[in-house]
């Protein structure tokens, strides 16, 4: 089965930095990667999600990279808010909603005021 | 717009207690997920139906148990709960061969055993 690494585990930056957060998948059948932001006690919100047929993809300050052959694929926050702080899940799937989402272990990150 | 509903939000059961917890999915949505989210900890697939079979199982212990209705809602039985089954537990939807497949994740029911 699919098997995805989250890394860094707790993110801090400063308001207003970067910040990237990174993943690994195994399974190369895998080609839809989507990404949750969970706040204390809340359900994960997907925020931005990526198709193995597009490299990168941005929406305002989020951006996320797909490195296929490395299989590995990235989340870009800039200029960082406080409210950005939450925990966050990168995931991945095999396409057409059939198969379970796979989510990596989570980061939690911390902007600083 | 309508969203994944789950009920209760909140329950809380003795060990070796039953507990019932529901999902309605998005009108139309054909497929429901089954997460466990312990604390610190990313959701960990349990179960899944698509079109009322099941089409996926995880690590779903067997005195857990799943269906799903016609009406496309599930629920989740949980028998003889012990103590380390306490924590959120989320289900998400979505429909099979759609263009837009991310999940959409219910509020999720906190259990408490006790």
Redesign the interface.
């Known amino acids: 089965g699919e098997n995805v690494e989250q890394h860094p585990s707790t993110l801090s930056v400063q308001e207003g930095d970067s910040a990237v957060i990174k993943c690994t998948y195994s399974d190369s059948a895998s080609n839809?990667f989507?990404w949750y932001k969970q706040e204390l006690?809340?359900?994960?919100?997907?925020i931005i999600?990526i198709r193995s047929n597009v490299g990168e993809k941005k929406d305002q300050r989020i951006a996320v990279t797909l490195n296929k052959t490395a299989k590995h694929f990235s989340l870009h926050i800039t200029e960082t808010q406080p409210e950005d702080s939450a925990v966050y899940?990168c995931a991945a799937?095999y396409?057409?909603?059939?198969?379970?989402?796979?989510?990596?272990?989570?980061t939690k990150l911390q902007v600083i005021p | 717009a309508a969203g994944v509903i789950q009920s209760p939000r909140h329950l809380i059961k003795e060990k070796r207690e039953t507990a019932t917890l529901k999902c309605y999915p998005i009108p139309r949505h054909d497929?429901v997920?089954w997460y466990q989210q312990g604390p610190g900890?990313?959701?960990q697939?349990l179960i899944?139906f698509?079109e009322k079979m099941q089409?996926?199982k995880?690590s779903i212990p067997d005195r857990f148990s799943a269906q799903q209705f016609s009406d496309y809602h599930s629920e989740l039985n949980m028998s003889s709960l012990e103590l380390g089954d306490s924590a959120?537990y989320?289900c998400?939807s979505?429909?099979?061969?759609?263009d837009d497949?991310?999940?959409?994740?219910?509020?999720?029911t906190?259990l408490t055993v006790v």
């Open positions: 839809y989507p006690g809340k359900r994960p919100q997907l999600d899940f799937s396409s057409g909603g059939y198969q379970k989402v796979t989510f990596g272990t989570g | 497929t997920y900890q990313d959701p697939f899944s698509y089409s996926d995880g959120l989320f998400a979505t429909i099979v061969g759609s497949y991310g999940y959409t994740f219910g509020s999720g906190r």
